[in-house]
């Protein structure tokens, strides 16, 4: 089934630990993306990537790496994960610049 | 600096029609979204508005002006599983996209 994948589905961390979250969408989309999403805020930015081999900041970057190295994967590292990263973490992806995003099922994070 | 402002809860009756707004302010614009978003799941696709006017898909219909930078989603005919969040989303001249904090939509048979 075309689509985006997320792993794991939920999480509970203890802070301080290294973890990544991973993003794999078949569609062939050049552009993807990964936003957290907190009760009472819309959903923010943390880094994109335009195409395979080339990624970006977005809004709330600190704490958070990733990596394009195929069109295929998208995976997104807490480095040294802290309560405030406690949060729901969606990838999505989207074929062009202003074409509608596709977002994967999501992962449930608790820092603890 | 740029924002995005939509009401943060609705109630409806079932069968009736409700309208949902959104105002935005954002540094060039490429166009407005709305997606659905059922609790625990992920945000959906609905509509994609760039010119003024109205576009209409079935129950659900987008309208944009971008003079007032307004939008609204009209849902027709409401059905108990239309009760979600409905997320409003600006895109910049950076092509990024703003996003509004969504509105719960409750729908009361």
């Known amino acids: 089934i075309a689509g985006i994948t997320q792993a794991p589905t939920s999480q509970i961390l203890a802070a301080g630990r290294r973890m990544t979250l991973r993003c794999t969408q078949d569609?062939?989309?050049?552009?993807m993306y990964w936003y957290r999403q907190d009760l009472g805020l819309g959903l923010r930015l943390i880094h994109y990537?335009?195409?395979?081999?080339?990624?970006g900041k977005g809004e709330v970057p600190d704490g958070y790496s990733v990596s394009r190295a195929n069109t295929d994967d998208f995976p997104l590292t807490l480095a040294s994960a802290v309560p405030s990263q406690t949060s729901v973490y969606f990838c999505?992806?989207?074929?062009?610049?202003?074409?509608?995003?596709?977002f994967g099922n999501g992962t449930r994070l608790t820092v603890t | 600096g740029q924002n995005i402002d939509q009401p943060t809860e609705m109630t409806a009756t079932e069968g009736a029609i409700v309208q949902i707004n959104c105002t935005y302010q954002?540094?060039?614009?490429?166009?407005l979204f709305w997606y659905q978003q059922h609790a625990g799941e992920a945000p959906t696709f609905l509509s994609y508005?760039?010119l003024d006017g109205l576009e209409e898909k079935g129950r659900f219909s987008s309208f944009l002006s971008r003079s007032k930078g307004y939008s609204y989603l009209l849902l027709k005919e409401l059905q108990m599983k239309d009760s979600a969040s409905y997320l409003c989303?600006?895109?910049?001249?950076?092509?990024?996209?703003?996003w509004g904090a969504g509105t719960k939509l409750i729908i009361k048979p």
């Open positions: 999505a992806s989207s074929p062009g610049s202003n074409s509608p995003l596709h």
């Open positions: 508005n760039v």
């Open positions: 569609m062939r989309h050049n552009a």
């Open positions: 954002t540094s060039g614009f490429n166009g």
């Open positions: 990537s335009n195409t395979a081999g080339t990624t």
């Open positions: 989303a600006a895109m910049d001249s950076n092509y990024q996209l703003i």
